[in-house]
């Protein structure tokens, strides 16, 4: 039982690129969440999904876009990178949306964008 | 909107010392209440939880209970250890998918 795993854990791109961050987890939780971490604003949610083929806008969905075509894998992509998206990005998992269940969080992937 | 503010760190204790990390917030209705954990490195992991009002959260020494009447959620612990040395996160969840989660602060424990 793996938990939550990310690929890559570690990034380097130049402005303009794109890239697929990878989120699997094997506890068939139905939600998954894509998070932001940047220095002395905590985590920021970026976009997150509901079950297999759904997607929503997090609170920072801009110049990010999400997939969820199999329930235990969650992708963020970034079709053009820019510097502002120099972060450490963390996927989320939960069984239950009512605010009572626990996330269980991946170990983050770094991403530098020059 | 739903908000939560914690104590900015670092915090850097002695061993054996007692810890409080202030939290509070704001929110609408009643919340779920969370201290998430960060060790270097690593991702968040659940800490503890309480999900209504005097409710007390516990785990590892870890005490914090939901304070209604003062909007707060306190984490305490009477004698800290090196091992406890990381980021620690208060969360809520006023009951959707949202999380929000406060800056962090960070623990530094000395031998």
């Known amino acids: 039982n793996a938990g939550v795993t990310q690929t890559p854990k570690f990034r380097v791109l130049k402005t303009g690129q794109s890239m697929t961050l990878l989120c699997a987890q094997d506890?068939?939780?139905?939600?998954m969440y894509w998070y932001r971490q940047d220095p002395g604003m905590g985590l920021r949610l970026i976009h997150y999904?509901?079950?297999?083929?759904?997607?929503a806008k997090g609170e920072v969905p801009d110049g990010y876009n999400v997939s969820r075509l199999k329930k235990q894998n969650f992708l963020l992509g970034l079709e053009s990178a820019a510097p502002s998206q120099t972060s450490v990005y963390f996927c989320?998992?939960?069984?239950?949306?009512?605010?009572?269940?626990?996330?269980?969080f991946g170990p983050g992937t770094r991403l530098t964008v020059l | 909107g739903d908000s939560v503010t914690q104590m900015e760190g670092p915090v850097t204790l002695s061993e054996e010392a007692f810890l409080t990390i202030n939290c509070t917030y704001t929110?609408?209705?009643?919340?779920?209440l969370f201290w998430y954990v960060q060790y270097p490195g690593e991702g968040l992991q659940l800490l503890l939880k309480?999900?209504?009002?005097?409710d007390k959260g516990s785990n590892k020494g870890f005490e914090a209970t939901y304070r209604k009447e003062t909007t707060s959620f306190h984490l305490e612990k009477g004698s800290v250890q090196v091992s406890d040395s990381a980021v620690y996160f208060c969360?809520?969840?006023?009951?959707?998918?949202?999380?929000?989660f406060g800056t962090g602060t960070r623990l530094k424990v000395l031998a």
């Open positions: 989320a998992s939960s069984y239950l949306v009512i605010g009572t269940d626990t996330q269980y």
């Open positions: 506890m068939n939780h139905e939600y």
């Open positions: 999904s509901v079950g297999e083929g759904t997607t």
């Open positions: 929110a609408t209705g009643y919340p779920s």
């Open positions: 309480a999900t209504k009002a005097d």
């Open positions: 969360a809520l969840s006023p009951g959707t998918y949202k999380y929000i």
